[in-house]
């Protein structure tokens, strides 16, 4: 486990997706949300932009894997399972259909952006990874252990990141990435800049679509301006799909499209199911589409990620791959909560 160090200066919903009905609340004041252009962006030399032939095979199952070359994770803040029926987001809906998916995943405890994202992409509990604040604190340096991204650079795959919140940065050393670009706007922006990067190629990519949390808080879940701001969520994940088809990287590329959170009222963070309850989509090579039974955990999205690229998973991790959506035995205990 890697020590801490210090910055230089500077959520049960288990709804069909046709029955579901949206809470009642009173609606705040609305407020703006910014939309100023790119904070800051890292950029070190490129890597290795797609999967080497594995030298070990460390996956829990003697079945080959599926050809998968690169992974790409997208992460929609706050969007709730119930929500993508409701907006529609048909993009996503498409993706669900052609791939595995589940609508009761749960995310950790609190159920906030920063500990939730660094889970997904950590593989564990925040007690271990250690990131328990959701502010932007440099001075608090990153998660502690082994990230997906540690995995992935190391292996010589490129990294990136492109994210909407500053606060992101803190989930795994800027050494683990090649590109790490914050991108203060909405979500199709976000995308778009994202886009551009694929071409150059890439092993592992993480793309952070912030707008739905946003909304959520200003107007509240499942509101209409949040419902509109989904809809645009959707339109960036096609933005996203787009990008690798004219690459011509689409089909050797396993997509995982799911959330941090949910959220209730204005807020999230509690033990409520509406705030701990996550969509989790994964489509590509060797997915059998289907509604998974498996009792999946935010902490699994790092775990799947790793197993389908060939990489070893680190023992403190607390996910597990989710062998059901490639049509495998999964002999892995999943209890719920996965971090209590």
């Known amino acids: 486990m890697k020590k801490l160090r210090l910055l230089p200066p500077f959520i049960l919903l288990a709804a069909a997706l ?13 407020t ?50 119930d929500a993508i029926a409701l907006a529609p987001m048909p993009v996503l809906q498409s993706l669900m259909q ?29 007690s271990k990874h250690g990131i328990t604040w959701d502010t932007y604190e440099p001075d608090k340096g990153y998660a502690l252990g082994t990230s997906l991204f540690d995995l992935a650079h190391a292996s010589g795959l490129r990294t990136i990141m492109v994210v909407g919140k500053d606060k992101l940065r803190q989930i795994t050393d800027p050494a683990s990435t090649d590109v790490f670009q914050y991108v203060n706007d909405p979500d199709t922006v976000v995308a778009q800049r994202a886009a551009t990067l694929i071409p150059q190629g890439f092993g592992l990519f993480f793309v ?5 949390d946003l909304e959520g808080h200003a ?18 994940i096609q933005t996203l799909l787009t990008a690798l088809d004219q690459a011509g990287l689409r089909q050797s590329t396993l997509i995982i499209v799911t959330a941090d959170h949910g959220g209730h009222d204005t807020t999230h963070g509690t033990w409520q ?27 699994d999205t790092a775990a799947t990620a790793a197993w389908a690229l060939g990489l070893s998973q680190p023992t403190e991790w607390s996910g597990h791959p989710v062998l059901e959506a490639f049509g495998l035995n999964d002999p892995a205990e999943r209890p719920q909560p996965r971090c209590p």
């Open 18 to 30: 046709t029955a579901c009905l949206p809470l009642s609340f009173s609606l705040p004041t609305p």
């Open 32 to 81: 703006t949300v910014s939309s100023a252009t790119a904070a800051f962006t890292e950029t070190l030399p490129p890597t290795q932009t797609s999967m080497p032939e594995p030298t070990s095979t460390p996956a829990p199952t003697a079945t080959a894997r599926p050809n998968v070359a690169r992974v790409l994770i997208v992460s929609v803040d706050g969007m709730r399972p």
């Open 98 to 126: 052609t791939g595995a998916y589940s609508l009761t995943a749960q995310t950790i405890f609190p159920s906030t952006t920063l500990p939730a994202h660094t889970s997904m992409l950590d593989g564990m509990c925040p």
């Open 208 to 212: 952070h679509l912030p707008s739905p």
């Open 219 to 236: 107007y509240g879940w499942l509101s209409s301006q949040q419902l509109s701001a989904l809809r645009h969520s959707d339109d960036a």
């Open 273 to 299: 199911p509406e705030d701990m309850t996550i969509p989790w989509i994964i489509n590509g090579p060797g997915i059998q589409p289907k509604q998974l039974a498996s009792a999946i955990n935010t902490t």
